[in-house]
């Protein structure tokens, strides 16, 4: 599975953005998707994951009630519509993948598959 995430740019704090990651590949069979981000200096962190039916999320405290995370089958791209955005929020953003059926994942080893990464810049 390939998957190619777009959608990051500079921003002011408060605007929104809405983040895509397309995967191709073995996209007929059913994959758990989730978001990371990385910020200078820091270590990768969990952001939100999405169960493969898309019902079921879990988004990490920091974003909770400010990101949407939504996923289309269809077209085999995910989605990370960011809100209220803020200068903490600044990193590189990376979409992940996984052969699993079962509810979102938070831990980037359990993710097998990974997009290259697109830059979010909030200015204050």
């Known amino acids: 599975v390939q998957l190619q995430a777009s959608g990051g740019g500079l921003v002011q704090a408060g605007g929104s953005l809405r983040l895509s990651c397309a995967a191709s590949?073995?996209?007929?069979?059913?994959?758990?998707m989730g978001w990371f981000r990385q910020a200078p200096g820091k270590e990768r962190e969990f952001v939100v994951g999405i169960s493969w039916s898309g019902s079921s999320t879990y988004y990490a405290d920091s974003v909770k009630g400010r990101f949407t995370i939504s996923r289309d089958n269809a077209k085999n791209t995910v989605y990370l519509q960011m809100n209220s955005l803020k200068p903490e929020d600044t990193a590189v953003y990376y979409c992940a993948a996984d052969l699993y059926l079962g509810g979102p994942k938070s831990d980037s080893k359990e993710y097998a598959y990974w997009g290259q990464g697109t830059l979010v810049t909030v200015s204050s």
């Open positions: 590949g073995r996209t007929g069979s059913r994959y758990v």
